[in-house]
C-alpha cells in the first residue's frame, strides 16, 4: 500500500527531529516553516518544501502542524494563505501543537464543514523524544481519523493513547503541563532546601529516587540542576504558555487551579527577567536567587 505524502509545517525544536523520523519511516514529505533555513536542511534532506501553508495541504494526503501557541495554529489553518484554502476534501489534519482545547474544537468544527478529518495530537517528552521518535501522543478526535494517522503515530512515538473527541487531546496535554511544571518547581524547592541546609543535593536527589518522591522529573531535570544544564529541551516561554492555556481551560469548565496559578507566576517571572528562553528545568534559578544559594555549588553564594 502506497504511503500517504505528509505535509509539515513547523520546523522548530521539536517538529524538526518529527519530521525526520517521518522521512526515515518512508514517508514523502513536502514541508514549510516560518524562517527559512530548516526548510532547506529539510530540502537537502530529501523533503520537497513549499511557500505557504495554503501550498503544502494542496500536495499533502495528510498535514501535520507543529506550532508554538493557539494563534499561529488559527492564523496557519484559517489565514489568505492557509490549509483551509488549500486542502483537498478528505484531507486528513493533525495538529500535534499545545493549544488551547477551545481554539482546537473550533477548528475541528470548521475543518468537518469543508469534509476534513482533525485530530488534535499534542505530544510530550521533550526535545529527546523527539529525536528519539517515543513521544508521548495524546490524541482527540474521531476513532476512524485515529486509526488512520496510526501508522504516522508510531513512526514518532510510543505511548499513544485516544484520550475522546475533538480537543480531548489538548485538555489531556494541558493537564500533562499542570504535573510537570508543579514537580519541576517541587524538585527545585527541595534541592534548593537542601543545598540551604548545608546538605548535598547530589545526594539527596539519589536518596528520593529509591523512594515514593522518585519521578522523571526529578530523575531527569534533577540532574539537570544538578548540571546546571539549561539548554532549552523545552523552554520557560513555552511551559509558561501551556499553563496559561491550563488556566484559562479551567476558568472555562470551572475547575480552579491554584497551585498552576503559583507555578505559571514563578514562569512569568523567569520570562520578565529574561530566562524565557532557559530549559523548564531553569524554574530552579528563581528559587536559588531568593534564597541566595546554588543547587549546582552545593552552598550559599
Known amino acids: 500500500m502506497t504511503k500517504p505524502i505528509i505535509g509539515f509545517i513547523g520546523l522548530g525544536i521539536m517538529g524538526k ?10 514517508y514523502s514529505l513536502v514541508v514549510h ?7 532547506d536542511e529539510m530540502a537537502k534532506e530529501g523533503a520537497r518544501t513549499a511557500n505557504n501553508p495554503q501550498a503544502v ?20 489553518y484559517t489565514g489568505a494563505q492557509g490549509v483551509f484554502m488549500g486542502a483537498r476534501p478528505g484531507t486528513l489534519l493533525i495538529d500535534m501543537s499545545s493549544i488551547s482545547p477551545v481554539v482546537a474544537r473550533r477548528l475541528a468544527a470548521e475543518a468537518e464543514t469543508k469534509s476534513l478529518d482533525m ?7 521533550g526535545e529527546v523524544g523527539a529525536i528519539n521518535a517515543t513521544l508521548s501522543i495524546m490524541i482527540g478526535g474521531k476513532a476512524s ?12 512515538g510510543k505511548n499513544i493513547v485516544h484520550v475522546g473527541d475533538a480537543g480531548a487531546g489538548q485538555v489531556t496535554k494541558a493537564a500533562n503541563q499542570v504535573v510537570v511544571g508543579l514537580t519541576i518547581a517541587a524538585v527545585s524547592e527541595a534541592l534548593v532546601l537542601a543545598t540551604k541546609a548545608g546538605v548535598d543535593p547530589a545526594k539527596v536527589r539519589q536518596a528520593l529516587l529509591g523512594g515514593f518522591a522518585q519521578s522523571r522529573i526529578l530523575d531527569a ?10 539548554r532549552p ?3 520557560i516561554r ?20 491554584m497551585l498552576t496559578a503559583i507555578v505559571q507566576q514563578m514562569m512569568n517571572a523567569m520570562k520578565v527577567t529574561g530566562r524565557g528562553e532557559l530549559d523548564h528545568s531553569g524554574l530552579v534559578t528563581l528559587i536559588e536567587e531568593l534564597a541566595e544559594a546554588q543547587v549546582g555549588n552545593r552552598g550559599e553564594r
Do not use: C, W
Request: net charge negative.
Open 238 to 257: 513555552l511551559h509558561e504558555k501551556d499553563l496559561s492555556i491550563a488556566l484559562a481551560t479551567g476558568k472555562e469548565y470551572g475547575a480552579p487551579l
Open 33 to 39: 516553516n516560518r524562517s527559512r533555513p530548516s526548510v
Open 17 to 26: 527531529p518529527m519530521a525526520r523520523n517521518l522521512m526515515k519511516a518512508g
Open 57 to 76: 495541504a494542496a500536495e499533502a494526503d495528510v498535514l501535520i502542524t507543529m506550532l508554538p501557541d493557539s494563534p499561529d495554529v488559527e492564523s496557519v
Open 221 to 230: 531535570h534533577g540532574q539537570k540542576m544538578l548540571d546546571r544544564n539549561f
Open 145 to 156: 481519523a485515529v486509526e488512520r494517522a496510526m501508522p504516522i503515530f508510531q513512526a514518532i
Open 233 to 235: 529541551g523545552f523552554s
Open 119 to 125: 485530530l488534535d495530537a499534542p505530544v510530550s517528552g
